[in-house]
């Protein structure tokens, strides 16, 4: 029991037993950054495939694309239902619409 405290008073007293790490604050910060560069790129992607959606549709029926284009849609949303990844996707993309509505507001980034 004793090289037991011991071993605990010297560990909570040795400064140095530990790794310093940064301050939660910038940790914060760097994951807030790496996600609005994922919803930037998340961005892109979903234009492509939206220009996508609509060359197909155009080739799928070149006198009304626009039906084709809903059933292109109707397609995706039988897709999407049957993916059990979505619920989680959906909440990815939440917090993603979070840390940009955060950054609209005014994140303070520490001095450098």
């Known amino acids: 029991m004793q090289a037991h405290s011991f ?9 140095g037993a530990m790794k310093k790490s940064p ?8 994951l807030a950054r790496e996600l609005l ?9 979903k234009a492509s495939v939206q220009v996508l959606k609509a060359g197909l549709a155009t080739l799928m029926n070149p006198g009304q694309p626009a039906i084709a284009l809903k059933q292109l849609e109707s397609s995706e949303q039988v897709v999407l239902a049957a993916d ?5 996707r959906q909440q990815a993309a939440d917090v993603v619409d979070a840390v940009q509505a955060w950054k609209k507001r005014g994140v303070h980034e520490p001095d450098s």
């Open 7 to 15: 071993l605990s008073l010297s560990w909570a007293y040795n400064p």
């Open 23 to 30: 301050p939660p604050d910038d940790n914060y910060i760097d």
């Open 37 to 45: 560069k994922i919803g930037g790129e998340v961005a892109k992607l």
């Open 84 to 88: 059990p990844k979505q619920p989680e």
